[in-house]
């Protein structure tokens, strides 16, 4: 007989529709019969079967809100413990995004400040003229910006790199901008580096476990 995940009746989902225990028992003697990946998947599904979520917002408090983020960055994350692939995957698209906001901000950061000062200028004086002549220099600056956008692959590549440095904990050196809101930036990217890693080794130990 042939005693596979696959080998049971699948919901439209295409995942087996069973209740917490079966999930269980299911594992267990997956387990027992040497068939580890269909142990893994069994479990991955049974953690996706019991997942909290939200059905009704008026009951919603912080502690589901925790709950529910730790789930589903687990699941980003590692596959739950059990998808050794997952923390690479999950890792090179968090190495991208960052690498777009290092780009982001270091061409914007200062923009950005004057922009802040100029909106509180305009806010304390509405009526003075030289508000709108400011202004036009100011739209200028913005002009010059847009030319300034790194278009270039090279330029481009230089911030994908500079955040993987930060997210596998390579010295940096030459540091792209000294600003509050980038070093904040590289803080978290450096943060999720270390958790993420530490996921997948966890997730590596438990594969070669069995």
């Known amino acids: 007989m042939d005693f596979s995940l696959e080998s049971?009746?699948?919901?439209?989902t295409n995942?087996?529709?069973?209740?917490?225990?079966?999930?269980?028992?299911?594992?267990?003697?997956?387990?027992?019969l040497g068939q580890y990946s269909d142990a893994n998947e069994c479990y991955y599904i049974y953690r996706k079967s019991i997942r909290p979520d939200i059905d009704d917002w008026r009951g919603v408090n912080i502690s589901i809100l925790v709950d529910?983020?730790?789930?589903?960055?687990?699941d980003f994350t590692c596959g739950y413990g059990v998808r050794?692939?997952?923390?690479?995957?999950?890792?090179?698209?968090?190495?991208?995004?960052?690498?777009?906001?290092?780009c982001l901000l270091s061409e914007t950061e200062t923009l950005l400040i004057d922009l802040l000062a100029f909106l509180a200028y305009i806010i304390k004086h509405p009526i003075q003229p030289i508000?709108?002549?400011?202004?036009?220099?100011?739209?200028?600056?913005?002009y010059l910006f847009i030319k300034k956008i790194p278009t270039s692959?090279?330029?481009?590549?230089?911030?994908?790199?500079?955040?993987?440095r930060i997210f596998t904990f390579q010295s940096h050196e030459l540091?792209?901008?000294?600003?509050?809101?980038?070093?904040?930036?590289?803080?978290?990217e450096g943060v999720l580096g270390l958790i993420i890693?530490?996921?997948?080794?966890?997730?590596?130990?438990?594969?070669?476990?069995?």
């Not at 508000?131 to 913005?142: D, E, H």
């Not at 692959?153 to 993987?164: D, H, R």
Request: charged share 15%; with cysteine; proline share 4%.
């Open 8 to 12: 049971f009746d699948l919901g439209p």
């Open 15 to 32: 995942q087996p529709i069973c209740d917490k225990c079966t999930y269980r028992w299911l594992i267990a003697n997956f387990k027992e």
């Open 68 to 74: 529910i983020f730790v789930d589903r960055f687990l």
């Open 84 to 102: 050794p692939l997952q923390p690479i995957k999950s890792g090179g698209i968090i190495v991208l995004l960052f690498g777009a906001i290092f």
């Open 131 to 142: 508000a709108f002549f400011s202004f036009t220099r100011y739209l200028n600056k913005i």
């Open 153 to 164: 692959l090279k330029a481009i590549f230089k911030y994908v790199e500079y955040s993987l």
């Open 175 to 188: 540091r792209l901008s000294s600003g509050y809101i980038f070093k904040f930036f590289e803080l978290v």
């Open 197 to 210: 890693f530490g996921l997948f080794i966890t997730t590596l130990s438990n594969m070669m476990a069995f």
